[in-house]
């Protein structure tokens, strides 16, 4: 009987059927490149479950096994990856179909991904990790002025975009539809982070932030966001601004984490941790001690503004509240302006607030560095209750998540006039930035109600000796 002819790789002499055939290594090759092109398409449009299998895809050990086996045979699995490297498919960071509902669902800052969100926890995504099947986050996107022009994949380790960068620890990518100068809502989208870094007690810290707004980079963000992050994580904030990327300005990341939803999703529990976090790591870096302050004394602060929604007559209102403080024994009345303060100057006079006062602004974001079960009191220039939609409950909701007392607001029913009818949505364009009048009676009122009700907070927390510790036992520590 004749024998089958027999082929030979190396000095080997092996079956027709081994893989060093040519003609099984070509069907293959191309079995795997079509395969590999249809799973990036697969889970590149459809949503990846934290529940999937392992990260790692079985073709890989395939090819160890038979790089182990046949020696030999190694050029052929290395041009395969170079095949797998070559079918990287980069996507557009911001997608224009979804430019009607770009905060909504998947949004159209990488769109065709989902987050992982657990209820009542941050939405994320994090690479690698079983939804992604192991795959590794690539991104192209030094572009400051068209957010369309830069782009993501997402890559295996051994099979990354040709002359990619690969960024070694952990990297922040955050998305934040507004800017990252104003400090509430650079802060919106720094929370996130802050609820992934404290979840069970894991305190990653990253080696590096990506910021983008409309899908385009930015590479810093406003000086008290800033600080408050590096107190929070403890280190340096280094942004990442693409430049060692090489011509093609593709670099990947050994770990990654995407939030681009800010707070949404969070729990009123997992904010109040964020946040007594957040101010305890503040209060420790800028050294406040409030251990002599006595909770006999009350501090009433004034947050002022300059300009848009300013007060009209700063020296009446802040007459009227300083008349009313007088008639509080242990009152203490500050005016300032947080403009003029330094991130510690600001740390400092809030954890001596009992009471903010404030036109509705950025400077309020720092009523969360009071102590928790302080007061806020906000004003409004004309025409904002009809016009100026959920935005303008903001500080009332922030009140709530960081643990303090929103005690209402009052709007100005005077102000510039309208050329249209008062409810027509371009009057909004006059009223925005309006200034603020003032009510002596009501303010009156106002001021001593509040006041009596803190005092009679803090007498009952002298009773029951229920006195907060500033410095010490600051999570993730």
């Not at 400077?363 to 004309?382: A, G, H, R, W, Y």
């Amino acid at each position: 009987m004749a024998r089958a002819p027999s082929e030979s790789c190396g000095d080997t002499n092996i079956s027709h059927w081994s893989f060093c055939s040519p003609k099984l290594f070509v069907y293959i090759l191309a079995t795997c490149v079509i395969l590999l092109i249809l799973f990036q398409i697969q889970y590149l449009d459809s949503p990846g479950s934290p529940s999937s299998s392992s990260p790692s895809w079985p073709l890989f050990h395939s090819w160890n096994a038979v790089s182990q086996e046949r020696p030999n045979c190694s050029h052929e699995l290395l041009a395969l990856a170079e095949k797998l490297s070559d079918a990287v498919t980069f996507l557009p960071l911001k997608d224009l179909r979804y430019a009607q509902t770009a905060q909504q669902g998947h949004t159209w800052f990488m769109s065709s991904l989902y987050d992982t969100h657990a209820e009542g926890e941050v939405q994320y995504q994090q690479y690698p990790s079983a939804a992604s099947r192991g795959r590794l986050l690539c991104i192209k996107g030094r572009d400051t002025h068209d957010g369309a022009r830069n782009s993501y994949a997402l890559a295996w380790r051994d099979a990354l975009p040709r002359n990619a960068t690969f960024l070694t620890g952990l990297t922040f990518v955050s998305y934040n539809h507004y800017n990252y100068d104003n400090i509430w809502h650079g802060l919106s989208a720094m929370v996130p982070f802050v609820a992934w870094h404290l979840r069970d007690g894991q305190c990653a810290v990253p080696a590096r932030w990506v910021l983008y707004h409309w899908g385009e980079l930015r590479i810093k963000m406003g000086p008290w966001v800033k600080s408050l992050m590096q107190v929070t994580f403890g280190g340096s904030v280094n942004m990442e601004e693409f430049g060692d990327s090489g011509d093609e300005g593709v670099a990947c990341f050994e770990e990654a984490v995407v939030m681009r939803h800010n707070e949404g999703g969070m729990s009123r529990e997992r904010r109040l941790e964020v946040f007594d976090m957040m101010r305890c790591k503040a209060r420790e870096y800028c050294n406040v001690r409030n251990e002599g302050r006595g909770l006999a004394v009350i501090g009433l602060t004034m947050l002022m503004r300059t300009g848009a929604r300013s007060f009209r007559n700063d020296s009446a209102v802040v007459g009227i509240f300083q008349r009313e403080c007088g008639k509080v024994e242990g009152c203490n009345l500050t005016v300032a302006y947080a403009h003029n303060l330094t991130f510690c100057q600001q740390v400092k006079l809030m954890s001596l607030t009992d009471i903010v006062v404030s036109p509705h602004g950025a400077q309020l974001t720092n009523l969360f560095l009071m102590d928790k079960n302080s007061s806020v009191m906000e004003f409004f220039p004309k025409g904002w209750l009809k016009l100026a939609g959920v935005g303008q409950y903001v500080f009332h909701w922030f009140a709530s998540w960081s643990g303090m007392k929103h005690e209402g607001a009052w709007r100005d029913p005077n102000g510039d006039d309208c050329p249209y009818p008062e409810d027509d949505r371009r009057c909004m364009s006059i009223y925005k930035n309006g200034r603020i009048g003032y009510n002596d009676t009501f303010f009156e009122e106002w001021a001593r109600n509040v006041l009596m009700k803190v005092k009679t907070r803090k007498i009952e927390e002298a009773l029951n000796k229920n006195t907060t510790s500033v410095l010490g036992g600051c999570a993730c520590s």
